[in-house]
């Protein structure tokens, strides 16, 4: 506080040097070119993006075509999420204008052309807390972060539910709106101030640019958000909810938290009903959300909803009326430097795309090498969940689903704690607690070696795969250390 | 991005080596000598307050005396404002205990203190948005900011609008709990996880001490909180209404703040009268809400508040339910350096103590030099606004009213717009924009110094004040520069 010292020193200001009234700031830009003049952006910029609006999303690709046309080179893409709907972003990589891609989670075709080396620099997968760390722990530093907006006012107080493109929440863009050295809302809908509920409040906004169209409502949602119908994994879902029953955990106060994908969701409406029948009153669900997950919350099932991304149109719907629906942002959910919701989990359902017999899990890449996908909420909800319990067929196509090793380590084994598969329920041997939870329920469990043999009785035993020489990226854990590389492929 | 180089010299870590999952942090402390040293504090520290229990917070005394009792000297007390339940913080001053004060807003004993120089260093005095800014911007660097916390769940997510002393928004505490080394959320209502609406999530708490009681609900509403019933009051009001109509503003997309004092509350209802009549559907409104607000919300006058601080109960069970009452942060309301509410004022009525001929007001002490008040928003919502008007009687005791300079400028001339009395309405000669409208409106004016001839015919001429020669603090301006010195007490 140095400034209360010596005050004699201090200049104070003269009547004629007072200052006038404050003027509204301008910040609506009328066109692409002077939005990229204001931006002042140099070869090697870290330009940032989100991906709520999902495959839908028709932001990223014209920000970055302009970028190029600028003729920016070494540009570093941090954005949350890549689908293929950003496919023509392909020949940036080709012509140098992006050198490096940060994401948590990456598929279709700018994957592959990853994977089969085509960055002149690297990848990093983090995991969406992890993202979030990195961000506000200025790890990596963004200088302007292009914010996909359902609707902004003149002042930049964007909302994810009004607008034409209302795609929810934005909790993966706030970190970016704290910390870019400029911060850009890009949006359909100008509507009149207030603009709120506000995502993210005028105070973090810098410009304003208005365009036909940021995407494809329709695109938001993906094509896993449904319960599966198929025997098999319908019979995983049912011995996952007999898992979650020995874990002891089923009960008043239970926090939990499912992917989207079709076993998991199908684990939710077991566990719906479970609850429903035995009167339990949980506490939260957390992560992107389902309808699924909205319809317990209005049944009484849940207090609240903590809501990082609208997986489906019910859950924007809910979003809007219900006040025990909260926003909340990556950091908040998962960031490992922070408290975070996910520290609060009893139960997560999980996905994989492989598993090793450390537990480790795969959802990087597949089990060829190719990148198709990322961590998301992977490792965070691991980590911080009382129990992880990954759900997945053992026989899914001809590919191997337990290994020895992952090709890719997502999520460190020592975080994985349950998998349960068509074949028997595996617990991590870490986990002796839960171990015995399981005998005294009189659940059967069976060793993950057990499995992977019996896989391999029946599918023969895989081939290894050639991973490429160069090293062209890595995968991060959410604390910023680094569990695995990434390869080129060979093709 | 200099980690995406040289991907082959990043340690990877060995399965070993693999975290293991999260713990969910502990950080209830059990006594206060746990607290204290947990955060280590050394002399010269700088720490926190928010005033948002106003004259029935019972939180910053029993800290500042354990902080005294540790030995610790020469402490920067940064608090958003100072009430006479304060008090027992003068000892503190005299034995060296707080050397510096920071605050917005200082009223009682310990302002009296302060101007009688029992400060070892000296005071700050700044706007509410510029004690966000200078927070926000580390030109004050905050080491522990103790959150008085109507309730907080076991990982520190705090709510206003929860618990018994339930004081609403807690706009003012937001940028000291992003920017202070250490957090701590002192409450008397520990509640069920998870604690929500938050005003402050647990990404940004790093410790939680429970009390007995953090204040008397009963102190939130100040005695300044109620219309006048005063006829020259009232007819001061009546003539702003006028003012207000002759400014062109008074029309649809209205947004309008308004002080708690008792002529600025007869103005709303003038005003809520004067908008049914013309069907008038306002904006917003801003700043600190009262009961007045919350009505005129609700019958449509305004689509929307924003609100940095609950001034009566009304405020803060309307904020409960109604999703248009809206929080804002101190510095999305009035921090110079972002865009803020402020700036999109249309209309602010503000008190003043005295205000000279150069428009000039002075808030922060009384006509004596003896501090006693201080700018809150004044400085933010004149600077902001399109038109800031003044509403005052001219005599409202043996004091005089405009003088040729007041003796501590709080908010400069050249922001501060019209002044309404009981004898006339001054324009500022600087707006010939607003004299341009007055004329046509048919809405006489009156010359400032006028206003203060007239004033000196009928009590006199004001005896000069004797000041002290020593300096003791600063009036800062919202922006960080100097408008004024603040003098020592003669006595």
């Keep these: 506080?140095?400034?209360?010292?010596?005050?004699?020193?201090?200049?104070?200001?003269?009547?004629?040097?007072?200052?006038?009234?404050?003027?509204?700031?301008?910040?609506?830009?009328?066109?692409?070119?002077?939005?990229?003049?204001?931006?002042?952006?140099?070869?090697?910029?870290?330009?940032?993006?989100?991906?709520?609006?999902?495959?839908g999303d028709?932001?990223?690709?014209?920000?970055?075509?302009?970028?190029?046309?600028?003729?920016?080179?070494?540009?570093?893409?941090?954005?949350?999420?890549?689908?293929?709907?950003?496919?023509?972003?392909?020949?940036?990589?080709?012509?140098?204008?992006?050198?490096?891609?940060?994401?948590?989670?990456?598929?279709?075709?700018?994957?592959?052309?990853?994977?089969?080396?085509?960055?002149?620099?690297?990848?990093?997968?983090?995991?969406?807390?992890?993202?979030?760390?990195?961000?506000?722990?200025?790890?990596?530093?963004?200088?302007?972060?292009?914010?996909?907006?359902?609707?902004?006012?003149?002042?930049?107080?964007?909302?994810?539910?009004?607008?034409?493109?209302?795609?929810?929440?934005?909790?993966?863009?706030?970190?970016?709106?704290?910390?870019?050295?400029?911060?850009?809302?890009?949006?359909?809908?100008?509507?009149?101030?207030?603009?709120?509920?506000?995502?993210?409040?005028?105070?973090?906004?810098?410009?304003?640019?208005?365009?036909?169209?940021?995407?494809?409502?329709?695109?938001?949602?993906?094509?896993?958000?449904?319960?599966?119908?198929?025997?098999?994994?319908?019979?995983?879902?049912?011995?996952?909810?007999?898992?979650?029953?020995?874990?002891?955990?089923?009960?008043?106060?239970?926090?939990?938290?499912?992917?989207?994908?079709?076993?998991?969701?199908?684990?939710?409406?077991?566990?719906?009903?479970?609850?429903?029948?035995?009167?339990?009153?949980?506490?939260?669900?957390?992560?992107?959300?389902?309808g699924y997950l909205t319809e317990m919350l209005e049944m009484g099932l849940f207090t609240s909803l903590f809501d990082v991304q609208c997986f489906d149109l019910e859950a924007i719907e809910s979003l809007k009326r219900n006040p025990n629906h909260i926003r909340m942002s990556a950091s908040l959910y998962g960031n490992p430097e922070v408290s975070a919701v996910v520290d609060n989990l009893d139960i997560v359902i999980l996905g994989a795309t492989e598993i090793d017999t450390n537990f480790n899990v795969n959802v990087s890449t597949g089990s060829d090498g190719v990148i198709m996908g990322g961590s998301g909420g992977h490792q965070d909800t691991a980590a911080g969940s009382k129990v992880s319990i990954i759900v997945s067929k053992l026989f899914s196509s001809r590919i191997p689903f337990i290994k020895d090793r992952v090709e890719v380590i997502t999520t460190p084994g020592s975080t994985v704690d349950i998998l349960v598969t068509e074949r028997g329920i595996a617990v991590n041997p870490m986990r002796k607690d839960l171990i015995e939870s399981f005998e005294k329920a009189n659940v059967d469990i069976i060793d993950i070696k057990e499995l992977k043999s019996y896989a391999e009785e029946v599918m023969g035993k895989p081939e290894k795969i050639e991973k490429g020489q160069r090293i062209i990226g890595l995968s991060q854990y959410r604390d910023g250390s680094v569990l695995d590389y990434i390869y080129e492929i060979k093709n």
Excluded: W
């Design 1 to 55: 506080m140095n400034y209360l010292d010596n005050l004699e020193d201090v200049k104070v200001l003269k009547q004629s040097e007072f200052p006038s009234k404050s003027s509204k700031r301008k910040k609506i830009v009328k066109d692409m070119d002077e939005l990229l003049k204001r931006l002042d952006l140099k070869d090697e910029a870290v330009v940032s993006f989100h991906h709520h609006l999902r495959n």
């Design 58 to 290: 028709r932001v990223l690709v014209p920000v970055m075509k302009a970028l190029q046309k600028m003729g920016l080179k070494d540009l570093t893409l941090v954005s949350s999420s890549i689908f293929p709907a950003h496919e023509e972003i392909i020949p940036l990589m080709e012509d140098g204008t992006i050198k490096n891609i940060v994401t948590s989670y990456i598929t279709g075709g700018v994957a592959t052309a990853v994977s089969k080396g085509k960055l002149k620099g690297s990848i990093l997968m983090q995991s969406h807390g992890g993202r979030a760390r990195s961000i506000l722990n200025e790890e990596v530093v963004i200088d302007a972060a292009f914010i996909a907006s359902p609707s902004a006012d003149e002042m930049g107080n964007i909302s994810g539910v009004n607008g034409e493109n209302s795609c929810g929440v934005l909790g993966y863009a706030i970190a970016d709106s704290q910390k870019a050295k400029k911060v850009i809302s890009i949006t359909d809908s100008l509507v009149e101030y207030p603009n709120y509920p506000a995502d993210i409040s005028e105070d973090y906004v810098d410009y304003i640019y208005e365009i036909d169209s940021i995407g494809l409502k329709s695109g938001i949602v993906s094509g896993t958000t449904q319960v599966t119908k198929d025997p098999i994994g319908l019979k995983i879902a049912k011995d996952t909810l007999k898992a979650m029953k020995a874990t002891g955990l089923l009960k008043d106060g239970l926090s939990f938290q499912t992917g989207a994908g079709g076993i998991s969701l199908a684990v939710a409406d077991f566990l719906k009903d479970y609850m429903l029948e035995n009167n339990i009153k949980g506490s939260f669900a957390s992560g992107g959300i389902t």
